[in-house]
Antibody
Framework: EVQLVESGGGQVQPGGSLRLSCAAS????????MNWVRQAPGKGLEWVSS????????NYADSVKGRFTISRDNAENSLYLQMNSLRAEDTAVYYC???????????WGQGTLVTVSS | DIVMTQTPLSSPVTLGQPASISCKSS???????????LTWLQQRPGQPPRLLIY???NRFSGVPDKFSGSGAGTDFTLKITRVEPEDVGIYYC?????????FGQGTKLEIK
């Protein structure tokens, strides 16, 4: 069974930093590109970032480019999102999501809430 | 970026009756490889999204056949043949033809 478990969320002040983690199990992690997608409270879904299997390519939404960094550790079956210079508008549930070659995204974690507030 | 527009944004449906959601993209979703990467997701209250349909009309593993997808180019539709209580939630279309992946605003399906 595919499982994606996010951690690292919490409350942080504007301008602060946070590092999210996603522990993957139930599949060969190194064989899949991965994504982060976020959802602000009561709002829709916004793709944030993706990373290829060997970390060769990483893509970012314009809204986070230069502030967020995606990375992965295939030996540890883990995905990360380093978030710097956080803003109030970054407040959201952040989902770790597995890439699918024809669906875009097939499996989603339960999410971790990030609140940026003073 | 490709803009995805869903209608309606809210859909009150009587139990046992069908439901239909439309999704239009701002440009063709046909990829250079010939595939159309249009996906439908369901998000039940308090839950993460769940994949229902991919490449327009393919049901994902475990998705009941009451869900079906159709369309081409820029116009797509999700249909539910007979709405049941467990179908309540928000439905999103998503395009994976081009990065960044983009989503429709969501359609809230509720029981009348």
């Amino acid at each position: 069974e595919v499982q994606l478990v996010e951690s690292g969320g919490g409350q942080v002040q504007p301008g602060g930093s946070l590092r999210l983690s996603c522990a993957a199990s139930g599949f060969t992690f190194a064989g899949y590109s991965m994504n982060w997608v976020r959802q602000a409270p009561g709002k829709g879904l916004e793709w944030v970032s993706s990373i290829t299997t060997s970390s060769f390519y990483a893509n970012y939404a314009d809204s986070v480019k230069g502030r967020f960094t995606i990375s992965r550790d295939n030996a540890e079956n883990s995905l990360y999102l380093q978030m710097n210079s956080l803003r109030a508008e970054d407040t959201a549930v952040y989902y770790c999501a597995r890439d699918h070659d024809t669906a875009g995204i097939d499996y989603w974690g339960q999410g971790t809430l990030v609140t940026v507030s003073s | 970026d490709i803009v995805m527009t869903q209608t309606p944004l809210s859909s009150p449906v009587t139990l046992g009756q069908p439901a239909s959601i439309s999704c239009k993209s701002s440009q063709s979703l046909v990829h250079s490889d010939g595939n159309t990467y249009l996906t439908w997701l369901q998000q039940r209250p308090g839950q993460p999204p769940r994949l229902l349909i991919y490449t327009i009309s393919n049901r994902f593993s475990g998705v009941p056949d009451k869900f079906s997808g159709s369309g081409a180019g820029t116009d797509f539709t999700l249909k539910i043949t007979r709405v049941e209580p467990e179908d309540v939630g928000i439905y999103y279309c998503m395009q994976a033809t081009q990065v960044p992946y983009t989503f429709g605003q969501g359609t809230k399906l509720e029981i009348k």
